[in-house]
């Protein structure tokens, strides 16, 4: 996958492009399935399957006080992107000049730099100055200037439809287990491992603290999850929280640590990634540091259950795919 910042960047020597337009925040499973619908029609003719997205956010620039968290870091959404087989991300600037465009002003001075033959976007579609164009002007303007439209129905699981504003509500609950099936994977956040103050260890739980540059953090409380060091991934319990056992003092931002199961050697500065699994338990204070021990025992043990039978099962899933 190519990344440009314009489709006119997309070469003109190739048959004209199949185009996706959308935010794409999280890359959950109603996005993937427009972005395999623009891949599969695609390949056959040869054409580039493109997705123009935009950076940053429309609503950071356009309304960034009411801007919401978003769920992936530039870089997890062009690997997500990536692993769809898009052929080029256009990742376009987003200005107040380009927010006041009309729908007429867009699909001429935008959509059409790239000249496309087909345009796929999601049935609730808007575009344009105060989001003034829908479905029905793109298909009117889709015929004006010799593109076709097509839509893709909402995606839902379990009778609920899947959008990133829901999988945002549901990690900032701390439902991490639910917000993963609508993205079709776990919540992920990247980061570094930076040092603590200790008390981790000091109890028998070492802990590694990530410095992480995403946005959104599921609430505080103690989930289940595994971190990736080096290309592999190690089972862990992450606390998300103040600690207000250890730290009575009111704390500012939640504190990201992770004890890793089975694990001790010197990880400082590595670069991770944390998935989210289950949520074990909310964040509390305990009387004293031994009631504390003793629950991230039990917090422990739970864990390690519960990734040993999601384990079993990513494994049985694979197994019959073969």
Known sequence: MKIVHDLAEVPSNRISPILSIGAYDGVHLGHQ??????????????????????????????????????????????????????DYLVEMPFTLQLSRFSPEEFVSRVLMRGRPTQVHVGWNFRFGHKRSGDLG?????????????????????????????KIRRLLLDGQVSRAARFLGRPYQILGTVIHG????????FPTANLETPNELIPSNGVYACRIRLDGRFHP?????GVRPTVHPQVQGHPVVESHILDFDANIYGCPTELEFFASLRPERKFESLQALTDQIRKDVSRARRYLERTRSALFAEEKACR
């Not at 103050?197 to 028998?204: C, E, H, L, S, T």
């Not at 862990?236 to 998300?240: D, E, K, L, P, S």
């Open 33 to 86: 399935e427009i972005v395999r619908q623009v891949v599969r029609r695609s390949r056959p003719t040869g054409a580039a399957a493109v997705v123009l997205s935009f950076s940053p956010h429309p609503q950071k620039v356009v309304s960034p006080s009411d801007a919401p968290p978003l769920l992936q870091t530039p870089a997890q959404r062009r690997g997500f992107l990536r692993s769809l087989e898009v």
């Open 137 to 165: 002007k793109l298909e009117e303007l889709g015929a004006r200037h010799g593109f076709e439209v097509f839509s893709v129905a909402p995606v839902s699981v379990r009778g609920v439809q899947v959008s990133s504003s």
């Open 197 to 204: 103050d200790g008390r981790g260890r000091q109890i028998g």
């Open 236 to 240: 862990c319990v992450t606390n998300v």
